[in-house]
């Protein structure tokens, strides 16, 4: 492959994986983080807590942990989403390099 089709093909999943890392950190901060926060300090099992929406959060003992569970399979997401994008774009950088180089 020529520099320019590699360059082409890594601006495309560059531009790709952002899209979609926007859309899942959007959804992550929107409802999932301020659910998880709602119900993270509560010391009694069955209290309703308030998201930083003001709505009010149901955290009796199984949507809590469900709620705990899903945070953590988010944060797990997010990380390997901020490592594939990093990824990609050094090597998007270096390889712009290399054919600014060779011009």
Same mark, same amino acid.
């Given at each position: 492959?020529?520099?320019?089709?590699? !360059?082409? =093909?890594?601006? $495309?999943?560059?531009?790709?994986?952002? %899209?979609?890392?926007? @859309? $899942?950190?959007? %959804? #992550?901060?929107? +409802? @999932?983080?301020?659910e #998880?926060?709602?119900?993270?300090?509560?010391?009694? /099992?069955?209290?309703?807590? @308030?998201?930083?929406w003001?709505?009010e959060?149901?955290?009796?003992?199984?949507?809590?942990?469900?709620?705990?569970? +899903? +945070?953590? !399979?988010?944060?797990?997401?997010?990380?390997?989403?901020?490592?594939v994008l %990093?990824?990609? #774009?050094?090597? =998007? *950088?270096?390889?712009? *390099?290399? #054919? /600014?180089?060779?011009?």
């Amino acid at each position: 492959m020529q520099i320019v089709t590699k !360059l082409k =093909f890594l601006k $495309i999943v560059l531009t790709l994986v952002t %899209i979609v890392f926007i @859309i $899942i950190l959007l %959804i #992550y901060l929107g +409802f @999932i983080l301020p659910e #998880y926060l709602a119900c993270d300090k509560l010391l009694h /099992d069955g209290e309703n807590g @308030i998201d930083i929406w003001g709505s009010e959060v149901d955290c009796h003992c199984e949507s809590k942990a469900f709620g705990e569970a +899903f +945070f953590q !399979l988010f944060s797990i997401i997010i990380f390997a989403c901020s490592v594939v994008l %990093i990824t990609f #774009y050094v090597c =998007f *950088r270096k390889l712009k *390099r290399k #054919y /600014d180089s060779k011009l």
